[in-house]
């Protein structure tokens, strides 16, 4: 079976695009309870993908757990920009162009470096990736004001500690 590069990114964009539009159209009209819980249900979810996405990083078959949680994110993000969009508007679909260029851009780039990228860089990038999206998680449940951009070097610092680490064995 082939796989398209970047399919994880388009999908990203139309959950985006689809769930912006209609939180969008429904506006005032959803009840303020629903939108409180989809923005907690939305919290949870998260929490529990990052805490998957690092816990894959230590398991045997990186690329299959990663794989699994693909389509649940597609769905997450659909739901996000519902809620989200009713309360702000159409300026929310305005992320899907910025997922577009970071998260096709790192798509590019990870295609491009695919030679250099070792089981134990990308299990590094992975572990401290699902932590961020922890931290994200909580921070949607109001449980802590964990400033994760500030966190993002430590994507491109793990996996170089982790080849230090491996010269220096």
Known sequence: MTSMRGLGTVLNVVAIAAGASVGTLLGGRLPERLRDTLVAALGLFTLALGV???????????????????????????????????????????SGLAVLVYQGGLTALAAVLQQVMTTAVVAAMTAVGGLLVVAIGLRLLGLARIRVANLLPAVLLAPLATGLVAAAR
């Not at 690329?63 to 769905?75: D, K, Q, Y």
């Open 52 to 94: 998957q996405q690092a816990l894959a990083a230590f398991g045997d078959d990186l690329s299959r757990a990663v794989g699994r949680s693909a389509p649940l994110l597609v769905l997450g993000d659909g739901f996000a920009m519902l809620a989200f969009a009713s309360y702000l508007g159409w300026g929310v679909a305005a």
